[in-house]
């Protein structure tokens, strides 16, 4: 660990006990099999194979006696494999406390409701809308050749085998049932309606690069806009209130963002914890790099993004931009004058991994003050800030700009808005950033893979240079029509 785990909550209140691999994921889950009435023959195979899989690792199977309390209900933090279909009276909804207690699976013996002609859009509404259908976090589908998983976040892993194997359900499904997709509570961040500013030359600035960006983006079909929770079918109105109350009452759910880091002082790093005459130097983080020692400060960031719930494609930058940061551990928000409740600015799920990206990169700007004081990276961040950009795909390598480095195929697949998709986002940022060290190649971003999931863009360019780069035939199109 490049960070203690002591660390790691201090900066963005990651619990120590969040496994980061799969060895600690794999001991932390408690799962239970409660199967529908009239289990298909199929469906009582699989629940077979994937319990003998489960074991083969050392995840205990619970008796389904032993996962439920004194009231009948499962204990909390027990993962619910829901295998067939259920009449409303026995869902496993019904016998949680909440959504965010426990991952409900969906086991079903049929093929998944999408082909490979969906669009991105086709696929997530699909999903959402079978996850809202049957009260369940996660789907899986078995045919007689093949299995397949699907999420929240519109991802979808299929393995060509009618059985789950060992190591599948290590490398693939443990992840994803690791840790629970839930937006911040509002108790989690300090809210501050109307705060941010919008009559001045950073603003105004800021907001043409998010609407020139969101431009290059509105023909990709990749940046997935919007799903709304008033077109999904419900069982009935009361599942359809625990629904909007899971989703902290928002109308839908948009996937990716759009975000700029606004310009932050950084100072250098010290190979020791105090200044030169003794005393204590400013709050630090002990990070361990290049072999070394050293003690970064830690300091306030910001970002100005999409507020959640938005249509990127159609920003009204007075409506549809928040600022974020963090100060002291704290998160915040403030919202534009535009916004006039508290029910228009809801956190976005990503909350957390943009300030875990925007806190790495003043941590790697002090960094290179002190290991190459030179390095470009540190005075732009002091300068100009930095862009984020997020969707739900992965761009080719040649895409990739100049000075971005790569980071994270290799993570387990966890989904977004988890801790691990906090942590895994500062870790593999100063990993990244000290791989090019070791390259002697020039550090101006960070491109964070995060497997079955997206892409993060982090870095020097725009969100405009950055749209460009990643939808160069959009750019051209743009030209020619006289736009852009």
Same mark, same amino acid.
């Given at each position: ?21 799969? !060895? ?48 009948? =209900? ?18 496993a909804i019904n016998r ?18 999408? !082909? ?34 699907? @999420? ?32 911040? =509570? ?23 690069? &998010? ?26 109105? &009361? ?8 989703? !902290? ?20 790093? #010290? ?27 830690? @300091? ?20 549809d931009l928040v600022e ?6 704290k998160a915040w928000m403030?919202?534009?004058?535009? &916004? ?9 799920? !990503? ?114 240079? @950055? ?8 750019? #051209? ?8």
């Amino acid at each position: 660990m490049r960070i203690s785990s002591k660390a790691l909550r201090n900066l963005l209140g990651i619990h120590p006990d969040t496994p980061l691999d799969i !060895d600690g994921m794999c001991e932390k889950i408690r799962p239970v099999i409660y199967p529908a009435p009239d289990l298909p023959e199929r469906l009582g195979r699989f629940c077979t194979k994937l319990v003998s899989g489960m074991l083969e690792l050392g995840i205990i199977v619970l008796p389904e006696a032993d996962a439920e309390g004194p009231d009948g =209900r499962f204990r909390p933090g027990t993962v619910i494999f829901a295998p067939g279909h259920f009449p409303d009276s026995l869902l496993a909804i019904n016998r949680v406390s909440t959504l965010y207690n426990n991952i409900i699976v969906g086991i079903y013996d049929e093929p998944p409701p999408l !082909d490979s002609s969906s669009t991105p859009q086709e696929r997530l509404d699909a999903i959402v809308g079978r996850l809202a259908r049957d009260m369940v976090h996660i789907l899986i589908f078995v045919t007689d050749r093949s299995w397949t998983i699907c @999420t929240m976040n519109g991802g979808v892993v299929s393995f060509g085998t009618p059985f789950p194997s060992v190591n599948d359900i290590r490398n693939t499904l443990v992840p994803k049932l690791t840790a629970q997709v839930v937006p911040p =509570r509002p108790e989690d961040l300090d809210i501050r309606y109307g705060e941010l500013t919008t009559e001045n030359d950073e603003f105004r600035s800021t907001a043409l690069d &998010f609407m020139h960006c969101s431009a290059l983006w509105k023909h990709n079909h990749c940046l997935v806009t919007h799903t709304s929770t008033a077109g999904l079918e419900y069982r009935n109105a &009361f599942y359809k209130r625990i629904v909007a109350r899971y989703l !902290d009452q928002r109308s839908g759910m948009s996937y990716g963002f759009f975000a700029s880091q606004r310009p932050v002082a950084v100072a250098p790093a #010290r190979y020791e914890a105090h200044t030169g005459n003794g005393s204590p130097a400013p709050h630090m983080v002990r990070i361990q790099f290049q072999n070394k020692t050293l003690f970064v400060p830690v @300091t306030t960031v910001s970002v100005i993004m999409t507020r959640s719930g938005c249509r990127k494609h159609h920003l009204d930058p007075e409506k549809d931009l928040v600022e974020i940061g963090m100060t002291g551990g704290k998160a915040w928000m403030k919202t534009t004058a535009a &916004f006039h409740g508290e029910y228009d600015a809801k956190p976005s799920f !990503d909350t957390m991994t943009i300030l875990a990206h925007a806190l790495g990169n003043a941590l790697t700007a002090s960094i290179l003050k002190t290991v190459r004081p030179e390095a470009r990276f540190a005075f732009h961040l002091e300068r100009y800030g930095a862009s984020m950009t997020h969707w739900h795909d992965y761009p080719a390598e040649e895409l990739l700009p100049e000075g971005y480095h790569l980071h994270g195929n290799l993570n387990p697949p966890v989904s977004c808005s988890t801790p691990q998709s906090a942590a895994y986002s500062l870790l593999g940022k100063l990993a990244a950033l000290e791989k090019a060290l070791e390259e002697g190649r020039e550090y101006r971003g960070d491109v964070h893979i995060e497997p079955n999931h997206g892409t993060n863009v982090v870095g020097m360019l725009t969100l405009e240079e @950055t749209a460009a780069a990643m939808n160069p035939e959009l750019k #051209r199109t743009l030209k020619v029509n006289g736009a852009g």
